[in-house]
């Protein structure tokens, strides 16, 4: 039995208990008017419909215009003949006026009476009435009465058409929620002309409900352009979304399995949340409407709360849908302050918004993306709201690659002829929205030269961009550790991505078994001294500096009169006797941020019998040393777990010049 069916049935019974008005609301008056025919038939009863537009139908019979006005009706229907029921059309726009309020309340209370239904769809009772009739909604089309509305178009054409398996499905799947005529326009628009469907035809299906948020200001309706294809990387969760986008289907509310609520996107800023909200609506092939919390907001007592019902009654009716709202830790912000601080009327939108994820049962999946973890409250973590909480690091190596394919691509560029191993090298902890900044500079530049982009000039344009993780560098770190132990990755287990990549530099993807060199050696020979070091240490972790001087002293002079030094305090030695070309060159990446000091106990150092004769000092001191001392480090691709702080700049300073 359909939904349908069933909620014709209950109207039945409501009729046969003695219920003489009823109130009908639906979006779909053609499809209930219908419903009220075949019902009034079953029940032996003569079906008029009135309307202003032309008064009094009966039937069978020609229209009596004599009562159009509702009063006239109403009249009318207190001394119609047993045996009729009467259904009513524009009587909505007159619920205001207390005559016909009085002549409606009046028609309930009488026993026997011809049964009288109101048919719109909104219904803005007042309290009389409110606590009078039943108010009846009557739902949408299902899935299987919109699938055998586009099977009919499909065999009434005289051409068969091509699609793609399951593709009929997601067809249907995506006018859900419309009206039965809604969707057959639709379905008719989509087929005309064609002779076969692809995404084209599925996005246009998608883009029929942007219509149902006319006259709102509160949600936004987003197109579907991307695809999965337009992301680089985030392969765990494009497969996790694939899994969920399956328990949408008719086949699994059959079996009763859980419908998916929604996913919690937590990241680094410009890696991709907004764009893998975008390309989830797509894999769902549900609509994407994006909600902004500061638009809720208002002065006025008790509007605020009562927007967040609007738009969540307006999901609801749009269903299926995603429903994306970004920065959800902004849109919460304020709930963890002190009691005498807090908003109250913002931890009422909250409350309401936690009792609808929990108990609604439409088929919306909340795409939520938070930057901040600390603004979130802590209730919006727990399971029931969401059903996972992914990470979105900044891209690994093999993703960075895929980026600069992507974008190259975009703008009509051959990505083969670039170099986009050496790019992403160069790249590493530059988010993917630096990534796009760096191909549009590069090309905007070469347009005026009426040419492509070079090699260089990318690279040129990487090397002017500081990236976000290095100008926030401890807040980006500190995100990384909280999602480390909460959070799914996005992106495969980082420490296989690192071995890949690892087993890619030195070769060992490669069609024999030979052994390699150390990857480090090939940038040396080619000048790169401050990348071999970047190589060295990516390769080893854990670098002290003897190790460094050790492996590369057989290749270029890495002994000399200059010491690194904390830029902060000059007198803070981190090794000395060094060759300044070679101190310079580490220097350069451990100020870019490419490298970064990690503290170390002394014994570290004495172990290996390599230790400076100076004094040394276990922790960083607020006040300038008086003379020089020895800061035990090691060299690290990772920053410290407390962040990098007076660590983060190092200067390079002549023997005599310290003490």
Known sequence: MTLIDQTIRDLQDRLEAGESVLFLQTDDELRGVEAIQQLAAQMGLTLSVWSMSQGLVTSGGQANRTVAEAGQFLEMLDGAEPGQMFL??????????????????????????????????????????GKTVSLIRLPLPDFDELQSCLSELLSSRSQPITMADGFNERMVKAVVGLSRQQARRAFQ??????????????????????????????????????TADDIGGLD????????????????????????????????????GKSLSARVIARQLTFPLIRLDFGNLLQGERGSSEQNLREVLRMMDSIAPAVLWIEELDKGFSGLNADDENSDAVLARMFGLFLTWMQEHTSPIFVVATANNIENLPPELLRRGRFDELFFIDLPNFHERKHIFRIHLAKRHCNPDDFNLEELSDKTEAYSGAEIEQIVDSASLDAYTFDRMPTQKELLDTSDAIVPLSVTMEEKVFNLREWARTRCRPATPDSRIMRMLEDEHRKGE???????????????????????????????????????????????????????????????????????VNFAEAIAKYINSKRLFLNPVDVSHYQKLGAVLKLPYIPQLKDKPMPRDVWYPCLLRIMPPREGSGRLRNVAVVAEESTG
């Not at 599925?202 to 883009?207: E, H, N, P």
């Not at 509310?253 to 680094?268: E, I, S, T, Y």
């Not at 080893?540 to 010491?563: E, M, R, S, W, Y």
């Open 509 to 579: 993807l490669g069609p024999d078994d030979n052994e390699f060199e150390d990857p480090w050696l090939d940038p040396l020979r080619l000048g790169d001294l401050p990348g071999a070091i970047l190589e060295f240490v990516r390769a080893t972790d854990h670098v002290t500096f003897p190790k460094l001087c050790k492996a590369f002293g057989d290749h270029i002079p890495v002994q000399g009169n200059v010491d690194l030094t904390l830029d902060s305090d000059r007198l803070v030695i981190l090794w000395r006797g060094l060759d």
């Open 88 to 129: 009513a059309k524009d009587l909505q726009y007159l619920l205001k006026d207390p005559a016909i309020v009085r002549r409606l309340q009046d028609h309930a209370y009488r026993d026997g009476g011809n049964p009288l239904l109101l048919i719109a769809p909104e219904f803005e009772l007042p309290p009389p009435l």
């Open 236 to 271: 765990g969760l494009k497969e996790w979304i694939g899994r969920r986008a399956k328990a949408f289907s008719p086949e699994a509310r059959k079996r009763n399995v859980a419908q998916p609520k929604g996913v919690l996107l937590l990241g680094v800023q410009g890696c």
């Open 189 to 226: 628009r989509v087929l005309h002309g064609r002779d076969s469907l692809g995404e084209e035809a599925m996005t246009q299906l998608v883009s029929e409900k942007r219509q149902l948020l006319q006259g709102t200001d509160l949600l936004e309706f987003h197109e579907l352009d991307e």
